[in-house]
């Protein structure tokens, strides 16, 4: 079984990201750039998957510009197999991802994808639904259990009133939620040996998609502020505020 | 042009998350049609009620029980080409089938809004809600998912659409329905309720919330739970507020052993009264509760359940 994972560069999850000066959008100069946390997820259960000797090929796909390479190499350490640089100008739509990581799946053919249900930066949850609509794949989103059986897979999905199972067939695409799995780190030795692996580059341009962008950004801007509260003293007191000054309860 | 709402139900009623959107939708246009897929021939009659549509466009099949989207997403295709715009809440539901119909119609859609400024502009919050990007689009039928939260709900009843029916069904022999576990509880629907009270990992163990459940109980509120405490396996995944779990904004919420990283605070922060309850008093939670309380929740817990 061959796994494609299709993975996303974005600022560090710790990172506090704020607008720039003049609003136009949010300000990245400087700031810790990482996988993230999803695809960790993602490339971690495929690995999982080679372990159990389910898998035989893991390849990482990232669509971005070529500072990417960086995440590539900590999937490749995680251990994929090789790696794909789409590159592309900065933050591609979901849509054009899609339709990038759709041209790869067709020269790999691989049997499954597995990838984020969303990247933390802009919060879309979009890529791995679209890809499916592309390739005219089932989808299965959101997933906390993974199960490979033949042909199919038996896949667990958080979903807002609890769980539900659902099996799809192969090939297949496959979000992953927080509880899939705890991604390893990377060790030393692997991080060396990662440098040695494949690590091919294409260009978005080449891939014969619209590469158009649909979408503006008027303004980044930064939420209403709270304004702070204050420290209660006593369980009494607290009662009493929310009882006579919030009129909460 | 029309707007069309993509109702989300569970077969028997329409989930009050729908009632949001079509809030939403009443900032676009005047002209809501509600598309309702479903194996009960009874809802989209019932939802005809539902006030500010004038449509209600139904599909019944039972092979539409589970609303799959890979028979779902190919269906909204066809309908949304009469309409400008396309919505659907922001719920695991509209982010499962949503993207997936967009693809079809070869659209960039805006996830989870949280403002309507013109027909083709929106607010929405980006980086777990660090920021709040303003998105124009130039597709021509725009696909959205909408935070219910940022929108009153429109009413349940009052209204009296029309009824057309939509037949053309797409079998799905890609993907199939094997089992649910719906967590079923007396106590309010967290994205519903008025009062939530949520534990993170300082509640130490899941048997420790019940310390929560009392309070809820007097207070008619729901429970939720951090990440944090979810990971810890102390509380199932539909507990989960945050930036990617729920998204909720009562009237009052209680945090209780929670620290407030960021992600969480994206799924609360718009609560109106925050009540922080943490025996660590540089807990980031505190910086946006109104009421703070640096105490051991062991001991504060039975005694607010005591005194209110």
Known sequence: MKILVPIKRVVDYNVKVRPLSDNSNVDLNNVKMAVNPFCEIAVEEAVRLKESGTATEIIAVTVGTSASQEQLRTALALGCDRAILIESEENPEPLVIAKALAKIFDEENPDLIILGKQAIDGDNNQTGQMLSAILDLPQATFASKLVIEGQTANVTREIDGGLQTIKVNLPAIVTTDLRLNEPRYASLPNIMKAKKKELATKNINDLGIDTSARTEIISVELPPQREAGIKVESVDQLVDKLKNEAKAI | ?308
């Open chain 2, 1 to 308: 042009m029309s707007i069309l709402v993509i109702a989300e139900h569970d077969n028997s009623s329409i989930r009050p998350s729908t009632l949001n959107t079509i809030a939403a939708a009443k900032l676009l246009g005047d002209d809501i049609h509600l598309f309702v897929a479903t194996n009960n021939s009874e809802l989209p009659n019932s939802a005809s009620t539902i006030e500010n549509i004038s449509k209600v466009i139904a599909s019944v099949d039972d092979t539409l029980e589970h609303q799959l989207p890979e028979a779902l997403a190919p269906m909204i295709k066809e309908v949304a080409t009469s309409y400008s715009h396309v919505l659907a809440p922001a719920t695991t539901f509209g982010k499962n089938l949503m993207p997936r119909a967009s693809a079809l119609l070869d659209s960039q859609q805006i996830s989870d809004i949280s403002g309507v400024i013109d027909q083709d502009t929106f607010k929405r919050p980006i980086y777990a809600g660090s920021c709040i990007a303003t998105v124009k689009s130039n597709d021509s039928i725009k696909l959205i998912t909408v935070r219910a939260t940022a929108f009153d709900p429109v009413q349940l009843s009052g209204g009296s659409a029309d009824v057309e029916s939509f037949d053309s069904i797409v079998s799905n022999d890609k993907s199939e329905f094997v089992s649910e576990e719906i967590a079923k509880s007396d106590r309010p629907e967290l994205t519903a309720a008025d009062v939530i009270i949520s534990g993170g990992r300082g509640m130490q163990s899941g048997d420790n919330f019940h310390l929560l459940e009392t309070i809820a109980d007097k207070l008619g509120a729901a429970v939720g739970a951090s990440r944090a405490a979810v990971d810890a396996g102390f509380v199932p995944n539909d507990y989960q507020v945050g930036q990617t779990g729920k998204i909720v904004a009562p009237n009052l919420y209680i945090a209780v052993g929670i620290s407030g990283a960021i992600q969480h605070l994206a799924g609360m922060k718009d609560s109106k009264v925050i009540v922080a309850i943490n025996k660590d008093e540089d807990a980031p939670i505190f910086q946006v509760a109104d009421y703070g309380l640096v105490a051991d929740l062991f001991n504060a817990l039975p005694e607010l359940a005591d005194k209110i």
